[in-house]
Antibody
Framework: EVQLVESGGGLVQPGGSLRLSCAASGFIFSDYWMTWVRQAPGKGLEWVANIKQDGSEKYYVDSVKGRFTISRDNAKNSLYLRMNSLRAEDTAVYYC?????????WGQGTLVSVSS | QSALTQPASVSGSPGQSITISCTGTNIDIGSYNLVSWYQQHPGKAPKLMIY???KRPSGVSNRFSGSQSGNTASLTISGLQAEDEADYYC???????????FGTGTKVTVL
């Protein structure tokens, strides 16, 4: 059974940093692109970042370029999102998802709140 | 890249059919046959319902069907049931740098 479990969310002050993790199981992690998607409270879904199977290609939505870094550790079956210079508008539930030109499995999400 | 356009809400009675539209452009929906649809119940993660415009993942009811023409995709739910009440999002693959563009979301209400 495919499982994705996010962790690392919490309350952080504007300008602060946070690292999200996503533990994958039930599939060959190194065979798949992986994705982070976020959803601000009461709002829709927004693609945040993608990473290739071997980590050699990474892509970001414009609003997080230069602030967020997606990475992965295939030996640990884990996906990460390092978030720096956080802003109030980054407040959202962050989901990791398996990517095959569609997002076929999602984690349960982790809430990031940016507030003073 | 702008969000794909969906109606804010659609409603129907049990047993009826409803259709949700998703309008994009020729750089997303119109360029790829790669529209997917997601169902999201309150407080839950999205669930893939349709992919590659028309395909259903294993385990998804055949009451859900998808179509695409030009820059518009559609999701039809037939035989509407109470459990179908949820938010629905379309999503188009949009190329190597943008990857995914989501729709604005549609709240489906079962009357």
């Amino acid at each position: 059974e495919v499982q994705l479990v996010e962790s690392g969310g919490g309350l952080v002050q504007p300008g602060g940093s946070l690292r999200l993790s996503c533990a994958a199981s039930g599939f060959i992690f190194s065979d798949y692109w992986m994705t982070w998607v976020r959803q601000a409270p009461g709002k829709g879904l927004e693609w945040v970042a993608n990473i290739k199977q071997d980590g050699s290609e990474k892509y970001y939505v414009d609003s997080v370029k230069g602030r967020f870094t997606i990475s992965r550790d295939n030996a640990k079956n884990s996906l990460y999102l390092r978030m720096n210079s956080l802003r109030a508008e980054d407040t959202a539930v962050y989901y990791c998802a398996r990517s095959q030109r569609r997002l076929d499995y999602w984690g349960q999400g982790t809430l990031v709140s940016v507030s003073s | 890249q702008s969000a794909l356009t969906q109606p804010a809400s659609v409603s129907g009675s049990p047993g009826q059919s409803i259709t949700i539209s998703c309008t994009g452009t020729n750089i997303d929906i119109g360029s790829y046959n790669l529209v997917s649809w997601y169902q999201q119940h309150p407080g839950k993660a999205p669930k893939l319902m349709i992919y590659e415009d028309t395909k259903r993942p294993s385990g998804v009811s055949n009451r859900f069907s998808g179509s695409q023409s030009g820059n518009t995709a559609s999701l039809t739910i037939s035989g509407l049931q109470a459990e179908d009440e949820a938010d629905y999002y379309c999503c188009s693959y949009a190329g190597r740098s943008t990857f995914y563009v989501f729709g604005t979301g549609t709240k489906v209400t079962v009357l």
